[in-house]
């Protein structure tokens, strides 16, 4: 599912609850948008305990600073190919990268720690597909790795976000101006 997932479901949600109430009071017959807006109410709470454990996951594999969050490697691909994107391949599983920035640490410490974990993902998550969407700083090790990856067509790197918008309000702290988006399948 990931966050793109979850503000799918959260859009739709507010659609079909404001086509029901709107649609209730007209008089229209609405019941199936009731039920749509139900469903994808319940589905996106389940992105709580979702994330948490994700969360539980990426601190047992040892990662201080990066939570990997699992995805369907179906979405993945949709959504790398609705950015008008083509992953060369087909890895085993796919993952979501969140980088969660801990208040107390200088850039140079914070971009070591991130050096750190995401060269132990690569290594402990062969065959992966790793996606996100981020305005953090990379690694000089890690963007090398994409650029090289990119020249096989297993990766890409761009500025702006996955063509899917944020639901308003879900508090990510993204700088617009240096939002880049990107996937690499190792």
């Given amino acids: 599912m990931g966050v793109k997932g979850r503000d799918l479901l959260l859009y739709v949600f507010f659609i079909s609850a404001f086509v029901f109430i709107a649609g209730r009071l007209a008089g229209l017959p609405v019941e199936f948008f009731s039920w749509v807006s139900m469903v994808s109410g319940v589905v996106a709470l389940g992105y709580l305990p979702y994330i948490q454990k994700a969360r539980r996951m990426s601190r047992e594999v040892g990662l201080d600073c990066v939570v990997l969050l699992p995805l369907y490697y179906s979405w993945a ?7 008008g994107k083509k992953i060369s391949g087909r890895g085993r599983r796919a993952f979501e990268v969140h ?3 801990p208040g107390n640490l200088t850039l140079n410490e914070f971009l070591k720690k991130l050096d750190r974990d995401l060269n132990l993902a690569r290594s402990k998550l062969p065959g992966s597909l790793f996606i996100w969407e981020t305005s953090a700083p990379l690694p000089a090790s890690i963007r090398k790795l994409i650029r ?14 996955w063509p899917l918008p944020r639901f308003p ?4 702290n993204i700088k617009k101006n240096r939002l880049r988006r990107g996937a690499i399948l190792i």
Avoid: D, H, M, P
């Fill in 99 to 101: 980088v969660e920035v």
């Fill in 169 to 172: 309000f879900t508090g990510r």
């Fill in 77 to 83: 691909e949709l959504l790398i190919r609705s950015a």
């Fill in 148 to 161: 090289t990856a990119e020249e096989q067509g297993s990766a890409f790197w761009e500025k702006g976000g």
